[in-house]
């Protein structure tokens, strides 16, 4: 995992840290808004590095993948965070998904995964693209 997406997993959790602790209109916005920009950075990063490394035969296939899983995945995760903040309550719940997210840069700061992948330059030989 790279720098970018740990420091933008960080701020995630900082923001929703404010958020769940914010007693202001404003400063839960601004929270929110800050939360956003964590989040999304995450997003990009993870698909601008997932296509420099894919081979161009591939693209489709691998994004077609990772979208499934990723908007897939959504309706459970909106399930368990419904269930797990009408057990807790949603500050606390927040601070739970707050917590996730540091832990998430935590390990991905200890892992290589990444550090020693190489760039596609669509000069395989191998590779065709489709259109």
């Known amino acids: 995992m790279?720098?970018?997406t740990i420091i933008a997993l960080l701020l995630a959790?900082?923001?929703i840290v404010g958020w769940a602790l914010s007693t202001s209109f404003l400063v839960g916005c601004i929270a929110?808004?800050?939360w956003q920009?964590?989040?999304t950075t995450v997003s990009l990063n993870g698909i601008i590095t997932r296509q420099a490394l894919t081979p161009a035969n591939l693209q489709g296939r691998v994004n077609?993948?990772?979208r499934m899983i990723a908007w897939g995945g959504q309706p459970l995760?909106?399930?368990a965070a419904g269930?797990?903040?009408e057990g807790i309550g949603v500050a606390p719940a927040l601070l739970i998904a707050a917590a996730v997210s540091v832990i998430t840069a935590v390990?991905?700061?200890a892992l290589p995964v990444g550090r020693s992948a190489t760039p596609n330059t669509g000069q395989d030989e191998d590779s065709q693209v489709f259109c």
């Open 77 to 79: 995760g909106a399930g």
């Open 37 to 39: 920009i964590g989040t």
């Open 64 to 66: 077609t993948t990772a």
């Open 2 to 4: 790279g720098v970018i």
């Open 13 to 15: 959790a900082a923001a």
């Open 83 to 85: 269930l797990l903040t």
């Open 32 to 34: 929110l808004g800050m």
């Open 107 to 109: 390990v991905g700061s």
